[in-house]
């Protein structure tokens, strides 16, 4: 009972400090500007936010969803405003999964993703699918966060 008592103090305060005197610190490990990706992002520090998988989806099930450059545009639109409301921005993501329905799109989404991230490029893992939720959606982005 003695040693419990001890060691609470202990517990605590190296607890506090994990919590809430930790800097961010990210490091983007052999990053490959072309491909607008990194092979890692390396975080020391910060609150994880894990974003469930965003696609271009409408309300309406049957809406047209328009060519890979307007779902694009349109996932990392609800990307944003999820990020928005934890607190987050683009900025603070440092890996995503990418679902795509045909990965001759690679190309394309490295492309469009330049004018997104300014600071560094998270690690990004892209995976082939036969087909999304709907139909028409020809990508489902699932992305992880770092905050301080």
């Known amino acids: 009972m003695k040693a419990v008592m001890l060691l609470l103090p202990i ?10 005197g930790q800097e961010l610190k990210k490091e983007f490990v052999d990053a490959v500007p072309q491909e607008s990706r990194s ?8 609150t994880m936010i894990f974003l469930a998988g965003h696609t ?5 099930g049957n809406a047209e969803h328009g060519n890979f450059e307007a779902q694009f545009k349109r996932v990392f639109d609800k990307i944003k ?6 607190g987050a921005t683009f900025d603070d993501i440092v ?6 329905t045909d990965l001759r799109y690679i190309p394309e989404f490295n492309n469009l993703t330049k004018e997104i991230f300014k600071k560094g490029f998270p690690a990004v893992t892209f995976v082939e699918v036969n087909h999304l ?8 982005i699932q992305p992880i966060a770092v905050i301080p």
């Open 11 to 20: 517990c605590l305060l190296a607890l506090n400090g994990v919590s809430s």
């Open 39 to 46: 092979t890692a992002v390396k975080v020391k520090g910060g």
């Open 56 to 60: 271009a989806s409408l309300p309406q």
């Open 81 to 86: 405003t999820t990020l928005s409301q934890a």
């Open 95 to 100: 890996t995503m999964s990418v679902f795509l």
């Open 133 to 140: 939720a709907r139909p028409q959606l020809i990508m489902e």
